[in-house]
């Protein structure tokens, strides 16, 4: 679903708004008042997890959470508190193979089909893919809560468990907008992604690792008051591993006690439990590290990765000749530094050290959670495509078995052609198209194929429309990349729940608006030769879907 939208008025602002309109288009719904609850209500159990879709422009979006509520799907007025306070910082980037447990809670039985999720706008902290970070006076956040429509309602029954996974879209055009005068604007782009397998599909999810504090402890289960001030209930069993970070040592449930620090990786059971996986614990404070991370840098001839932490900070990590390297747990890729050639930034990686206070750490396993290749897709073929890296050399993947593609945010649209795939790519001329995809190992050949190929929105320059829009299509010229004037073919899907974001940009004596525009006024709003700005995806026959237009009256 596409997110709501409201009219801003805004006075006063420069001219040049073809990146601001996109920056503060979208809003979400402001938070009404939370429903009480009856102590005599039956209460079933909800997790609220959170992910997101890749990103590969930022090495950091951190935000903190402050409240996410469930509304009745009878009476939205009717809110009920699932978290509320104040997160750590989340890095939403290190989002996109794990979840983030943000709460579990106590739901008063019934039916709900929407939610309310709100950040602190000050907590925002940016850091650029090449390390740079950006000031904080340059970033704005235009509406701190969004309302989410839940895909599927969310049915609480006595005693029951449920879960709820939140996906932010930083892939979204509209997520962080860079404004002429060199300042950002964050629009939360957050959509609800329902699993097809219920609960199980929980119990494979991977979660981000949690921090905090003890705070009791039994025989065969330990409460964890996270540093996001809830408290979990871990068990765990005979394949729950522990390291005593005082004594650098491995540890046991008989080191814990209340008050130590502890950092914990978790797994959800289908009955909503959870379970300890790997317990690192100490009086002293834990060193700020987490063994999840993106690979930020690999330096093959050193024998080093740079791994990101919870600080949004690369930390070194050496690799020595015993180093084990794996996918996915199950599938090998070698031993020590040469394992290091199958290794790039983007990867998402758990490491095991050897000892977490050892400066540098020095790895005992590398497990690959995620492998990613994206950006501009140079070529393809019936057989393979190749991604464009003008440092890092032209990386080309075979076609996985199975291969599958779609646009960003419509995953539900999936092609397994890839002939299809590659017309699209070839018939984009100048436009330079965008994808990012996840790999699978080929053991076979030691190589990365690609399991499947996401086409990103392009952005284009600001540009006109050379064709009044009719039967669903539009003429657009811009100037391309080669300083050549070139004009596409543009469709605008007008399905409900597929149709792009359509917004209308009025200027009157130096108040600007911002409208979206419903598609029966496309026709009287979308003509030539009106200022415009558009972003797209490539179609196999050579035209372009729209993602998101604009249009600029009075300017």
């Known amino acids: 679903?596409?997110?709501?939208?409201?009219?801003?008025?805004?006075a006063a602002l420069p001219l040049g708004l073809s990146a601001l309109t996109l920056g503060l288009a979208c809003s979400g719904g402001s938070s009404g008042g939370s429903a009480t609850t009856p102590a005599s209500t039956p209460m079933g159990t909800a997790s609220i997890i959170l992910t997101d879709a890749p990103s590969d422009q930022w090495s950091a979006i951190e935000v903190v959470v402050t409240k996410v509520t469930l509304l009745n799907k009878t009476d939205h007025t009717k809110e009920i508190v699932a978290f509320q306070g104040a997160t750590a910082k989340i890095n939403l980037v290190d989002l996109d193979s794990v979840g983030e447990?943000?709460?579990?809670?106590?739901?008063p039985v019934g039916t709900y089909d929407a939610l309310r999720i709100t950040i602190d706008p000050a907590s925002v902290n940016l850091v650029k893919a090449?390390?740079?970070?950006?000031?904080?006076?340059?970033?704005?956040?235009a509406g701190s809560t969004v309302q989410v429509g839940l895909s599927s309602d969310l049915v609480v029954t006595a005693s029951g468990n449920n879960a709820v996974q939140l996906d932010f879209d930083l892939g979204h055009p509209l997520f962080l907008v860079q404004l002429p005068d060199g300042s950002w604007v964050m629009n939360l782009q957050v959509k609800h992604?329902?699993?097809?397998?219920?609960?199980?599909?929980?119990?494979?999810?991977?979660?981000?690792?949690?921090?905090?504090?003890i705070a009791s402890v039994g025989a065969s289960s330990f409460m964890l008051h996270t540093d996001s001030g809830n408290d979990l209930t871990v068990n765990v069993d005979g394949g729950s591993w522990f390291f005593d970070a005082d004594a650098k040592a491995v540890g046991s449930l008989a080191g814990l006690a209340a008050g130590k620090n502890a950092l914990v990786s978790l797994r959800m059971q289908a009955d909503g439990s959870l379970w300890a996986v790997r317990v690192w614990y100490g009086a002293n404070a834990?060193?700020?590290?987490?063994?999840?991370?993106?690979?930020?840098?690999?330096?093959?001839?050193?024998?080093?990765l740079l791994v990101s932490t919870n600080a949004s900070t690369p930390r070194a990590i050496a690799i020595d000749a015993d180093t084990a390297f794996t996918f996915r747990t199950g599938q090998t890729l070698g031993l020590g530094p040469?394992?290091?050639?199958?290794?790039?930034?983007?990867f998402k990686v758990q490491v095991e050290v050897k000892d977490p206070l050892q400066v540098p750490m020095h790895a005992k396993s590398v497990n690959i959670q995620r492998a990613v290749d994206g950006g501009v897709i140079k070529t393809a073929t019936a057989t393979s495509f190749t991604y464009q890296h003008l440092l890092a050399g032209d990386r080309t993947h075979a076609y996985a078995n199975a291969?599958?593609?779609w646009y960003l945010g419509f995953p539900g649209a999936t092609s397994s052609s890839s002939g299809a795939f590659a017309a699209a790519i070839t018939g984009a001329g100048d436009v330079r198209v965008q994808g990012v995809s996840d790999l699978v190992w080929n053991g076979g050949i030691s190589a990365w194929d690609a399991s499947n190929a996401i086409f990103l929105p392009v952005a284009l320059p600001q540009g006109a429309i050379s064709t009044s829009y009719s039967g669903g299509q539009m003429g657009f010229t811009f100037t391309n990349s080669a300083a050549a004037t070139q004009t596409i073919s543009v469709s605008l899907n007008t399905t409900v729940g597929a149709q792009p974001v359509v917004l209308e940009v009025i200027n009157q004596a130096g108040t600007v608006t911002v409208l979206?525009?419903?598609?029966?006024?496309w026709g009287a709003k979308l003509v030539s030769p009106a200022k415009a700005r558009v972003a797209v995806v490539p179609k196999p026959d050579g035209s372009f879907a729209a993602y998101a237009v604009v249009v600029f009256t009075g300017f």
């Open 1 to 10: 679903m596409r997110p709501a939208f409201r009219s801003l008025s805004l």
């Open 101 to 107: 447990l943000l709460a579990t809670a106590q739901i």
């Open 130 to 141: 090449d390390g740079s970070s950006v000031p904080s006076n340059l970033v704005r956040v």
């Open 193 to 213: 992604r329902p699993n097809a397998n219920g609960m199980m599909g929980m119990a494979q999810m991977a979660f981000r690792h949690r921090r905090g504090t």
């Open 286 to 304: 834990l060193p700020g590290w987490t063994p999840e991370g993106h690979v930020y840098g690999v330096d093959q001839a050193a024998g080093r």
């Open 338 to 346: 040469a394992a290091l050639a199958n290794l790039w930034t983007g």
């Open 403 to 405: 291969f599958s593609w």
């Open 516 to 521: 979206p525009l419903d598609a029966s006024t």
